[in-house]
């Protein structure tokens, strides 16, 4: 991270960019912390989108996050299925909803 750079990207994002056994990301630090910024805002924005779609469609809190991700991973997606994936865990976060099942499932 540059000293002009405070930004603080967690680990959890940083996964996506590192293969195992890997010490450095995959992608420069730059485009890292753009894509970090990308999907913070998203999870942030949603937060407004997930209330409304459960308060409407009296859908309980898994679903509306199926429905976030499947609405991240569309045809129109600006953001990778493991960017989405990470968007909706953070969205349930902010949420303070129950992570989602496949998040939290064992392999």
Partial sequence: MSEGNQLLIP?????LYMAPGAHKPS???????????LC????????????????????????????????LCGPEAVIDE???RWVVCRLAELMQWPAPAWQTAVP
């Avoid at 680990?11 to 996964?15: N, Q, S």
């Avoid at 730059?30 to 970090?36: I, L, M, S, T």
């Avoid at 937060?47 to 409407?56: D, Y």
């Fill in 11 to 15: 680990a959890t994002f940083l996964a």
């Fill in 27 to 37: 992608a420069p630090q730059a485009h890292v912390a753009a894509h970090y910024e």
């Fill in 40 to 71: 913070e805002d998203l999870a942030q924005m949603l937060t407004g989108t997930a209330t409304e779609l459960q308060l409407r469609s009296d859908a309980d809190s898994a679903q509306v996050l199926q429905r976030c991700l499947d609405g």
């Fill in 82 to 84: 493991g960017q989405a």
